[in-house]
T-cell receptor, first 111, second 119 residues
């Protein structure tokens, strides 16, 4: 059974810092991996999607990498801002199945 | 347009009420999903519709009844709910990709959710 773990569970940083969020999964036979952002009481916003054949994806200040063989993905946030404060969720999908989510990392960026 | 809409935003209902949650997307996606999310927990999958047919039911109690009337709409009918069913209900959609005999899905887009409170 696929399990997704996110470390750390919570992170507090001052504005301007670069930071890395980690995601690991137990079954490397995934179809794709998706990173989401969720603000309190709101829906999920898709940040980046990485297909199993890809190594990384970039969008603005965000960069996500995927090492399928080791079962790991990282989300790199450059020059963090208070508006980046949210919970970040990693989710993986095997072929023909639905997303399996990690428990998330709650990020707080102070000004 | 990469938007999934959900109505209502908030819903308070008694245990004997019947209500419905609605979800709509106009991205041409042929897979639609219902998730339940409790506070400080990740979303939990409830149902998946693929090409308007129910393809996954994650052993959800029958007091939750999904319906997909067409490719753009997804409903969740609620009846005789319990207070522990109070949660944020999220709808999502994605494109479906055929690869051999396996239906794979691409990027998933979520709606803003309906905050449900059962008294």
């Amino acid at each position: 059974k696929q399990e997704v773990t996110q470390i750390p569970a919570a992170l507090s940083v001052p504005e301007g810092e670069n930071l890395v969020l980690n995601c690991s999964f137990t079954d490397s036979a995934i179809y794709n991996l998706q990173w989401f952002r969720q603000d309190p009481g709101k829906g999920l916003t898709s940040l980046l999607l990485i297909q199993s054949s890809q190594r990384e994806q970039t969008s603005g200040r965000l960069n996500a990498s995927l090492d399928k063989s080791s079962g790991r993905s990282t989300l790199y946030i450059a020059a963090s801002q208070p508006g980046d404060s949210a919970t970040y969720l990693c989710a993986v999908r095997k072929a023909g199945t639905a997303l399996i989510f990690g428990k998330g990392t709650t990020l707080s960026v102070s000004s | 347009d990469t938007e999934v809409t959900q109505t209502p935003k908030h819903l308070v209902m008694g245990m004997t009420n019947k209500k419905s949650l609605k979800c709509e997307q106009h991205m041409g996606h042929r897979a639609m999903y219902w998730y339940k999310q409790k506070a400080k927990k990740p979303p939990e999958l409830m149902f998946v519709y693929s090409y308007e047919k129910l393809s996954i039911n994650e052993s959800v109690p029958s007091r939750f009844s999904p319906e997909c009337p067409n490719s753009s709409l997804l409903n969740l009918h609620l009846h005789a709910l319990q207070p522990e069913d109070s949660a944020l209900y999220l709808c999502a959609s994605s494109q479906v990709v055929l690869r051999g005999q396996i239906l794979n899905v691409a990027e998933q887009f979520f709606g803003p959710g309906t905050r449900l409170t059962v008294l």
